[in-house]
């Protein structure tokens, strides 16, 4: 007898993926026996866990999936589909024309109020998980003497002042003694251009990261003691990865969009009112430290 299979339509960017994890953790907990393939960004294949297929969702072979033709080509089908995305009336249709019985279709945004992760478990009509370090099985054993920085978020927006970071390391590492890794990528190039940036990334006992590759970046991050940054992509591996994460939203709503994680774990700072709203950044870092036992 052939094993069902199941096809889980997932694109988006690192922290979408992330936050996947636990719905695709949940459909392999209903369907032990299944095969699962998760059509998704090519970028993040190393983060989902074996004995998962995966498929990137830009490749040729799946534009009949999004094609919104009466005559779109449909060479495969499943046994069910889980497909998350805001317009997923073509996907839905597609796979169905090919022969997917059963298609599941939820919105990739949540309803204000709600986390995505139980908006995706609600709306797909499975049980909401506890909450969890999704990759901790990445992260090495071996814990450095290290904080970890990340002033970004893939725009300005989303991000604390990059001056109010430089206070925040200066502070940090004042009173811990420890030593300060800086971590950017190709998202944060606007960092480049502020004046702070130089002192930052160059300061006293820091270390400046780019660029690493994702399973290399696991294994360095995994380490840190403590984690400090903005919300975006690199919050929630960190996160996801078991690291004491202090996490600022300045736009975004951590009621919807924080990682997944027990609190214990998370110590999130909603600076959307206004940064400079009469914040005191050493009693801030005094918060931070006793969270995460430093």
Same mark, same amino acid.
Request: some cysteine; charged content about 20%; hydrophobic content about 40%.
């Given at each position: 007898?052939?094993?069902?299979?199941?096809?889980?339509?997932?694109?988006?960017?690192?922290?979408?993926?992330?936050?996947?994890?636990?719905?695709?953790?949940?459909?392999?907990?209903?369907?032990?026996?299944?095969?699962?393939?998760?059509?998704?960004?090519?970028?993040?294949?190393?983060?989902?866990?074996?004995?998962?297929?995966?498929?990137?969702?830009?490749?040729?072979?799946?534009?009949?999936?999004?094609?919104?033709?009466?005559?779109?080509?449909?060479?495969?089908?499943?046994?069910?589909?889980?497909?998350?995305?805001?317009?997923?009336?073509?996907?839905?249709?597609?796979?169905?024309?090919?022969?997917?019985?059963?298609?599941?279709?939820?919105?990739?945004?949540?309803?204000?109020?709600?986390?995505?992760?139980?908006?995706?478990?609600?709306?797909?009509?499975?049980?909401?998980?506890?909450?969890?370090?999704?990759?901790?099985?990445?992260?090495?054993?071996?814990?450095?003497?290290?904080?970890?920085?990340?002033?970004?978020?893939?725009?300005?927006?989303?991000?604390?002042?990059?001056?109010?970071?430089?206070?925040?390391?200066?502070?940090?590492?004042?009173?811990?003694?420890?030593? !300060?890794? %800086?971590?950017?990528?190709? @998202?944060?190039?606007? &960092?480049?251009?502020?004046? +702070?940036? =130089?002192?930052?990334?160059?300061?006293?006992?820091?270390?400046?990261?780019?660029?690493?590759?994702?399973?290399?970046?696991?294994?360095?991050?995994?380490?840190?003691?403590?984690?400090?940054?903005?919300?975006?992509?690199?919050?929630?591996?960190?996160?996801?990865?078991?690291?004491?994460?202090?996490?600022?939203?300045?736009?975004?709503?951590?009621?919807?969009?924080?990682?997944?994680?027990?609190?214990?774990? !998370?110590? %999130?700072?909603?600076?959307? @009112?206004?940064?400079? &709203?009469?914040?005191?950044? +050493?009693? =801030?870092?005094?918060?931070?430290?006793?969270?995460?036992?430093?």
């Amino acid at each position: 007898m052939c094993p069902e299979t199941i096809l889980i339509v997932r694109p988006g960017a690192l922290g979408d993926t992330i936050l996947s994890l636990p719905l695709l953790a949940s459909i392999r907990s209903k369907h032990p026996d299944a095969r699962i393939t998760f059509l998704g960004n090519r970028s993040y294949q190393d983060l989902l866990p074996p004995g998962t297929e995966f498929q990137s969702i830009d490749s040729p072979r799946w534009l009949w999936l999004f094609s919104s033709s009466a005559d779109a080509r449909s060479p495969r089908a499943f046994n069910r589909a889980y497909v998350i995305l805001n317009r997923a009336d073509d996907v839905a249709r597609n796979l169905q024309r090919a022969g997917t019985t059963s298609v599941y279709a939820a919105s990739s945004t949540p309803s204000p109020g709600k986390h995505l992760v139980e908006h995706l478990h609600e709306a797909l009509g499975l049980p909401v998980p506890q909450r969890r370090p999704a990759l901790a099985e990445l992260a090495p054993r071996e814990k450095s003497d290290l904080i970890w920085i990340h002033p970004g978020s893939g725009g300005s927006k989303k991000c604390v002042p990059l001056e109010v970071i430089g206070r925040l390391a200066d502070t940090l590492r004042s009173k811990t003694n420890l030593e !300060l890794a %800086v971590t950017a990528g190709e @998202a944060d190039g606007f &960092l480049r251009g502020c004046s +702070e940036w =130089e002192r930052l990334i160059r300061g006293p006992s820091t270390y400046f990261l780019e660029d690493r590759p994702l399973l290399e970046l696991c294994k360095e991050l995994g380490s840190a003691r403590l984690f400090l940054g903005n919300d975006s992509g690199i919050s929630h591996l960190a996160a996801g990865l078991g690291v004491p994460s202090a996490v600022f939203f300045v736009s975004s709503d951590p009621i919807q969009w924080s990682p997944w994680v027990p609190g214990a774990r !998370l110590r %999130v700072m909603d600076w959307r @009112a206004g940064w400079a &709203l009469g914040v005191d950044l +050493e009693e =801030e870092v005094d918060g931070i430290l006793d969270f995460a036992g430093l």
